[in-house]
């Protein structure tokens, strides 16, 4: 017997790789995928089989055209938070810092890219990676 009682409400997980980029300022890049309104960290889904710094580095070049070597991405540590553009779904981020060299310009899925000052993000709509992990912990110039 099925019934809505006996199906356990348990979220989907999403695998992703993320970066905290700042800039010589220590405004944060962040990313608007296209048909979407909250702002994250640029990165995304890691492949079956694909190590953590890699996927970040695909996903850097594909979104936003810069080479990254995954070797000099500092791993800040491994976060939980809900999906920002897909409902009862929860991110497993792997989040990295790093630095980029060259402009970054947005492309593939991505629709609009921004610098923002930490400080200014009240009032923005971010994914809760952002807001709650990122701008908290990692939101300041070290």
Known sequence: MTTSHSRTARART??????????????????RKRGTSAFMQAGGKIEPGELPAAALAR????????????????????????????????????????????EPVPAAEIEEMIWLNPELASGMELAPLTADIVLPRYGRQP
């Open 14 to 31: 999403i695998r992703i790789a993320a970066a905290v980029i700042r800039d010589d300022g220590g405004r944060l890049l962040l990313v």
């Open 59 to 102: 996903e850097l070049r594909e979104e936003l055209g810069v080479a990254v070597d995954p070797a000099a991405a500092f791993h800040l540590g491994s976060f939980s938070a809900p999906a920002a553009n897909e409902p009862d779904a929860r991110v497993e981020a792997e989040l990295f810092e790093l630095s980029i060299t060259g």
